[in-house]
């Protein structure tokens, strides 16, 4: 059973075209969401972290915001630079050894054309 | 800035061969982790180590192996590679204590053929 899901699997935008890429989860217990980065034949790269619902955390034209059952990425006025697979990860509130594990989402592929 | 090494980026091998995959981090994290990357499958964790010689299994163990010998690396060993383990390999690592991020290698693209 899926504790991350993310939708759109795929998403396409005309640059200044803003847009929202959703991440719902149901583990119990959120310890924290992660948001990642990844360019093809890349590793994933670290974007955001969100602790509790109601916080938000913003860089350049992204924004992740929190809710109790799922995370938004706001992208405003994206560029084709922006264009990537946008990963979605969340801690669950296990104890001893598992604490450190994440659970990802299958991701979102964002492309964005001039 | 984290660095997380893996020691080769494309790797060609034959089936039956015994595979050996390296990671190495510079931060000084506790937590390092194993995980194979397929289109359509998303990130499925092989193997995770929270401690020198501890090793954890993940989701899908089957087939592999794992050494943590020091804490700054953390090997995957496919003990008798076959070709439905061709693959992205990624390597990561985070510091031990909740909330905290897993840092990523560029991932080792795997063949057996």
């Known amino acids: 059973e899926d504790q991350v899901t993310q939708s759109p699997e795929a998403l396409r935008l005309q640059e200044g075209e803003s847009s929202s890429l959703n991440c719902s989860y149901t583990?119990?217990?959120?310890?924290?969401l992660f948001w990642y980065r990844q360019d093809p034949g890349k590793g994933p790269e670290f974007l955001f972290t969100?602790?509790?619902a109601g916080e938000e955390k913003e860089k350049e034209r992204l924004k992740a915001t929190l809710t109790k059952k799922e995370s938004f990425l706001h992208i405003t006025a994206p560029k084709p630079e922006d264009s990537a697979t946008y990963l979605c990860a969340v801690q669950a509130g296990y104890r001893g050894s598992t604490l450190g594990r994440l659970y990802f989402g299958r991701g979102t592929q964002l492309t964005v054309w001039p | 800035d984290v660095k997380v090494t893996q020691s080769s980026r494309y790797l060609v091998k034959r089936t039956g061969e015994k595979v050996f995959l390296e990671c190495v981090q510079d931060?000084?994290?506790?937590?390092m982790f194993w995980y194979r990357q397929d289109p359509g499958l998303g990130l499925r964790l092989i193997y995770f180590?929270?401690?020198?010689?501890?090793?954890e299994k993940g989701d899908i163990p089957e087939g592999y192996s794992v050494s943590r010998e020091k804490k700054e690396r953390f090997s995957l060993i496919l003990e008798s590679a076959s070709t439905n383990q061709t693959s992205m390999y990624l390597c990561?690592?985070?510091?031990?204590?909740?909330?905290?991020?897993?840092?990523f290698g560029d991932g080792t693209r795997l063949s057996i053929l």
């Open positions: 931060m000084d994290h506790e937590n």
């Open positions: 969100l602790y509790s």
């Open positions: 990561a690592s985070s510091p031990r204590g909740r909330r905290q991020p897993q840092h």
């Open positions: 180590s929270y401690d020198v010689k501890m090793k």
């Open positions: 583990v119990s217990g959120l310890r924290g």
